[in-house]
């Protein structure tokens, strides 16, 4: 099956650590979104990258967290000296296009917990 | 901003309802709007729409799209329990990235 994959699906981090969330896209698809979503919150956007550049992080925040997609390999969110407000659930999706014309499809997430 | 609203937050039922899920967006250039459903996992994909009033269906599910008054509904037939869920709509417009989502509504079907 080449559904969007990510790892690991569970992550425990001490306040201070740094966390590291991988996520490879669909077969053929190569526009990778990633979202955070918070309890009780919807799924809110963070950073949209494309092979070897980020097009759109306007979500993410500007300290501690950033976001590559390299050549080969998976696309990996990471973010340094966790806190607790970071402990949420992180969703990669991915489309064969970032114009809105084509369904972004998730993958199981990564359920952040920072003690 | 943007701004995508669910309606209701949460519904339960009992097996064999009809249950019609609701959706407004303010989206700028939008695109299309999308239909999830979430379970204790990923997100997963039901629904696409981008022109006004041509129904998708799929088995039990069917959404429609009214573009004039910016508003999605999905319609559930004949509930079955494996239907409980959160089920998320999301707005796309041209020229974002980004999808942006409403909170969800949880459904609940009681046998």
């Known amino acids: 099956n080449a559904g969007v994959m990510q790892n690991p699906r569970h992550l425990v981090r001490r306040r201070g650590q740094e966390a590291r969330l991988r996520c490879s896209p669909m077969k053929g698809h190569s526009h990778v979104y990633w979202y955070r979503q918070l309890p009780e919150e919807g799924l809110k956007f963070m950073v949209y990258?494309?092979?070897?550049?980020?097009?759109?992080e306007s979500g993410m925040p500007k300290e501690r967290f950033s976001a590559e997609f390299p050549k080969e390999g998976p696309s990996i969110l990471r973010i340094q000296q966790v806190v607790r407000g970071d402990s949420a659930a992180y969703f990669c999706?991915?489309?064969?296009?970032?114009?809105?014309?084509?369904?972004?499809?998730f993958g199981p997430g990564t359920r952040l917990t920072v003690t | 901003e943007d701004k995508v609203v669910q309606s209701p937050l949460s519904l339960v039922v009992h097996e064999g309802d009809t249950v019609t899920l609701n959706c407004s967006y303010e989206?700028?250039?939008?695109?299309?709007l999308l239909w999830y459903k979430q379970e204790k996992k990923a997100p997963t994909f039901l629904f696409m729409l981008?022109?006004?009033?041509i129904e998708k269906k799929s088995g039990r599910l069917s959404s429609i799209l009214d573009k004039k008054e910016l508003f999605s509904i999905l319609n559930i037939t004949a509930t079955q329990t494996g239907d409980s869920a959160i089920y998320l709509c999301?707005?796309?417009?041209?020229?974002?990235?980004?999808?942006?989502f409403g909170k969800g509504t949880k459904l609940s079907v009681i046998p």
């Open positions: 990258l494309q092979k070897e550049n980020i097009i759109d």
């Open positions: 999706a991915s489309s064969l296009s970032g114009q809105g014309l084509y369904e972004q499809y």
């Open positions: 981008t022109s006004s009033g």
């Open positions: 999301a707005g796309w417009g041209a020229g974002s990235y980004q999808l942006t």
């Open positions: 989206v700028t250039n939008f695109r299309s």
